[in-house]
């Protein structure tokens, strides 16, 4: 078995970047600063499976034209994002959502900004047969290529221990999202200082903005830090108001449509890319409690730096924009969370907290953070 495996060894060394091969064939599940990551019982991680997953995140052949594949959004030279305000799919269509890093993905418990799906395997098949995304009308032609390719089929015998024959878009998702559990990054000054020891590690005003980040400034009640890990997210959905005017005049409109919409079967992934108003209902459309209505997941801040433009809508260029935004306490609006209001922060500890935030972009990311200055 293991002389097997050899080939496989072999694969992902030339095909996984440094900061993905060195943690994986170590078999290290964690880096300094987060937990270990959460692996479904029902689709273990295994060198086949995780080099499959990269070949076919980097497969431009599952689109209409073949021109996109899960890396086109989700780039590894950009910190897994494209650098866009909203994403762009085939023939350059635009949907209404900003791409979210795939960076530790793996710890949330709920996909895309709204939470529609449950796991990454659920979340890896939505854009395949979005029309502003792969834009396929069904899984049919993903599983066409890959049968009619002799490196697919050996890749998966190795990964499943299947035929070709029985290759199913069940697996194909598996093989993607156990890629995607390798995509995780700690190690960053912050988790030097505050978990490694080092008290050299993060500079005089990161350490002033980690002190605001935790009591006036009140991020950590959303982005918590524990006390042996920290992922930077509550995993639950708030509304900030951002984009909240785009719907505010015709709201209950809106929302009684896409009630009606739901019983007749509404399509959460199409109409959600396709059309603003509903999109900017958040959280809302996948469970139409009132609530819920402008409310987003709160993302990881991780790699936070490195990551922009900001929000949903990524309609917030920059970390300073952030900031300011949280300190006017957010944008008004009816069902603006209790939590968000004004702070009251002068220039200085503004500059602090971005200090603080910079401190979170982990080594391997760090030369973007360097291009950005």
Request: with cysteine.
């Amino acid at each position: 078995m293991r002389n097997r495996l050899i080939p496989v060894v072999i694969l992902v060394l030339v095909l996984m970047p440094l900061w993905l091969s060195t943690s994986v064939l170590a078999g290290k599940t964690r880096a300094l600063g987060l937990p270990p990551v959460p692996i479904p019982s029902d689709n273990p991680q295994n060198a086949a499976k995780i080099a499959l997953g990269m070949k076919l995140f980097m497969d431009k052949r599952f689109s209409a034209d073949s021109t996109v594949s899960c890396a086109t959004c989700h780039d590894p030279k950009r910190a897994f994002t494209d650098g866009l305000p909203i994403a762009e799919g085939i023939k350059k269509k635009k949907g209404t959502r900003n791409s979210p890093t795939v960076i530790n993905a793996a710890y949330y418990t709920s996909q895309f900004w709204d939470g529609r799906a449950p796991s990454l395997e659920e979340q890896a098949k939505g854009p395949f047969v979005n029309p502003v995304e792969h834009g396929l009308k069904d899984f049919s032609p993903i599983l066409q290529v890959i049968k009619r390719d002799p490196k697919y089929s050996s890749l998966f015998k190795k990964a499943f221990g299947i035929d070709a024959d029985r290759i199913g878009i069940e697996h194909v998702v598996k093989a993607i999202a156990s890629f995607e559990r390798t995509i995780v990054s700690g190690d960053s000054p912050f988790d030097r200082y505050m978990y490694g020891g080092e008290k050299g590690a993060m500079s005089e005003a990161a350490i002033r903005g980690l002190k605001l980040y935790r009591t006036k400034a009140r991020c950590q009640d959303c982005h918590p830090i524990g006390q042996t890990s920290a992922i930077f997210t509550d995993n639950k959905f708030h509304n900030l108001g951002v984009g909240f005017s785009v719907i505010e005049p015709r709201l209950m409109e809106i929302v009684e449509k896409v009630k009606k919409a739901k019983e007749k079967g509404l399509k959460l992934d199409e109409t959600i890319l396709q059309k603003q108003d509903i999109s900017e209902l958040g959280r809302f459309v996948v469970t139409l409690n009132i609530e819920d209505i402008g409310r987003f997941k709160t993302p990881t801040l991780r790699n936070v730096a490195v990551t922009g433009p900001y929000m949903h809508d990524g309609s917030v260029e920059t970390l300073e924009d952030v900031i300011e935004l949280y300190n006017q306490g957010g944008e008004d609006n009816p069902m603006l969370d209790s939590g968000i209001r004004p702070l009251e922060l002068t220039e200085q500890e503004k500059a602090d907290l971005v200090e603080f935030l910079k401190a979170l972009t982990s080594p391997e990311y760090a030369g973007l953070l360097k291009d950005k200055k």
